[in-house]
C-alpha cells in the first residue's frame, strides 16, 4: 500500500483531512512503534502512580464518587462496571464514516500517551480500522465535557460485552484503570466536527463557482472583486473570496465596467460575507488541529515528569465557541445565495422573463425554487442558534459547566444540510439564466462550470416538477470545489 494511502499514527501529525481519509475509508492507519512504546511507558508509570496516591477514576470512583476508595482485589471488575454504566447513549446510530472518525482520533490521542491505557487498547483500535469492524455508537449522551457514552459503548464493544455493529475483533481485556482513561475523551464530537469541517469547506469553495455563474447571468460589475478594493480593506477571507472570483471569471487587472452602476448586495458585498465564513473555517480547523493531537485526558500521566495531574482539559469551549461562529457565518453566506436567486427571477437584473419562463403568460418557471431556497434558510437559521449560551451542572453539583460542543457539531452537520440546498436551489436558476440568454461565458472555469452543469441538468422550458433536478444539483456542487 502506498503511503498516500496510509495515515502513520504518532499523536503529534494527524490532520483534519487524515481523519476524511480514514473515515471515508480511502486510506488505512499504521500505528508508529515509538508512540506504543510511550504507551507502554505510560501504562506503567500509572500503575505505579495508583499504588501510592488516589488517582481520579483509577483508585477511585467519578464524578461526585470521586472521593469513594476503590477495592484493589476489585479494580478490574470496577473498570468494567464503569464502562457498563457509562453506555447509556440513546438516540440515531452515529454513521459508520463517524465511528470510524471516532476511532481514529481516540487512536492518535492515545498515542499521545497522557491516558495510561494498556498499549493493547491501541493496537485494539488499529485493527478495527484496518479490518474495517465498527461498533454500534448512539448519537446522544454528551454535553462538550467527554463523550463518555459513545466512547463507553465503544470499550465495552472492544471488550467483548456488546455486539459489533460491522465485523468483529477478540474480546480484549480491560485493565485496571484503562476505563476512566479511554473514554476520557471527546472524540466522537471531534470526529462529527471534522467531518462537517471537510464538507463545509468544500461547499464554502464551490459556491465561489455557483456566484460567478451568478454573477454572468446578472451581468454584474467586476469593480466590487477589483484587488485595489479589497488591497484597501485586507480581511484575510474577503481577500480570498476576491480573488477566487476573479481567478474563476477570468477578470482582467483592470476589469470592464459592468450592466450597472451598482450591484445587489448578494454580487457586490460578496466577498465581505463570505470572507468571514472562510476565515471561520480556517479557525475551526486550527482548534481540530490541537485536539486531534491532544492528551487531554483527565489525569493526565506525565511520563517526563513522572507526575499525574488532575485537570479541566476534558472542556471544549474551543471547539463550540468556533463551531458556533462558523454556523452564524455560514447562515449569512446562505442569505446572500437566496438573495442572488431573487435576483435571478427578476426581470429588471436579467433582461429576462419573469421567474425565468419559457412557456405561455402566468407560466411560473423556477418560481418554487425561492419557497425551497427559503425553507432551507429557515433550517439552516434555526441550526445557526448558538449552543454556547446554555450551560449544565450535573453530579451532584460538582461538575457545573458544558459547553455543548456535541450540539454544537450536531447544528452544524444540520446547517451543512440546508446549505447545500440553498445552493442547489441557486445554480439550478443561474444555469437556467444563462442558458434562456445565451450568455457567452469568458474562456476561464467558470465556463467549464457551466459547461459541466448543462450536461447533468436538463433544460426542460415548460412548467414541470423541479424536485429532481434540485437533488441532481445538489449533488454535483461538491464537484465545483475543485475549479
Known sequence: MSDTSRVRIDGEGLRCADVVRVARRSASVKLNPD?????????????????????????????????????????????????????????????????????????NQLAAAGSGVHPRLLRALETALRVGAVPLVH???????????????????????????????????????????????????????????????????????????????????????????????????????????????????????????????????YPQVHGPALDAADALDRVLSIDLNAAAENPLIHVDSERVYHHG??????????????????????????????DLVEP??????????????????????????????????????????GTAVISRGLEDHASFSTQAARSTSAAITAYRTVLGCELLGAVRALRLAGTELPDAPVARAFARASRQLPMIEEDHPLSGEIAQAEQIIDEFADY
Not at 54 to 72: L, P, S
Not at 192 to 206: C, G, N, Q
Open 313 to 342: 482539559q476534558f472542556s471544549t469551549a474551543y471547539l463550540a465557541l468556533s463551531l458556533d461562529s462558523l454556523r452564524a457565518a455560514l447562515h449569512h453566506v446562505a442569505e446572500l445565495s437566496a438573495a442572488r436567486l431573487s
Open 139 to 269: 448519537s446522544r449522551g454528551a454535553i462538550g465535557t467527554g463523550d463518555l457514552s459513545a466512547l463507553a459503548e465503544i470499550g465495552l464493544t472492544i471488550a467483548g460485552q456488546r455486539p459489533w455493529h460491522v465485523g468483529s475483533l477478540d474480546p480484549v481485556p480491560i485493565s485496571p484503570g484503562d476505563a476512566l482513561a479511554f473514554i476520557s475523551s471527546n472524540a466522537a464530537t471531534l470526529a462529527e466536527s471534522v467531518l462537517a469541517w471537510h464538507d463545509l469547506r468544500r461547499l464554502l469553495h464551490a459556491s465561489h463557482v455557483i456566484a460567478a455563474l451568478s454573477f454572468c447571468a446578472l451581468g454584474g460589475s467586476p469593480e466590487a472583486f477589483s484587488e485595489q478594493v479589497h488591497e484597501a480593506r485586507p480581511h484575510p477571507g474577503s481577500v480570498r473570496c476576491a480573488s477566487e472570483v476573479r481567478r474563476i471569471l477570468g477578470l482582467d487587472v483592470d476589469p470592464p465596467e459592468g450592466r450597472r452602476l451598482q450591484d445587489p448586495f448578494g454580487l457586490r458585498a
Open 35 to 107: 508512540a506504543v512504546r510511550r504507551a507502554e511507558s505510560t501504562y506503567r508509570l500509572a500503575l505505579d502512580i495508583g499504588a501510592k496516591r488516589a488517582v481520579y477514576g483509577r483508585t477511585t470512583g467519578v464524578g461526585a464518587n470521586r472521593h469513594a476508595i476503590v477495592d484493589a482485589d476489585s479494580a478490574d471488575e470496577h473498570g468494567l462496571r464503569l464502562l457498563r454504566s457509562h453506555a447509556g447513549g440513546t438516540g440515531e446510530q452515529l454513521p459508520d464514516a463517524i465511528v470510524r472518525a471516532t476511532l481514529v482520533i481516540r487512536l
Open 348 to 389: 429588471e437584473l436579467t433582461g429576462l422573463t419573469p421567474f425565468l419562463s419559457s412557456g405561455p403568460p402566468g407560466s411560473s418557471g423556477i418560481m418554487i425554487l425561492e419557497y425551497v431556497a427559503h425553507d432551507a434558510l429557515g433550517q439552516l437559521r434555526h441550526a445557526a442558534a448558538p449552543v454556547t449560551l
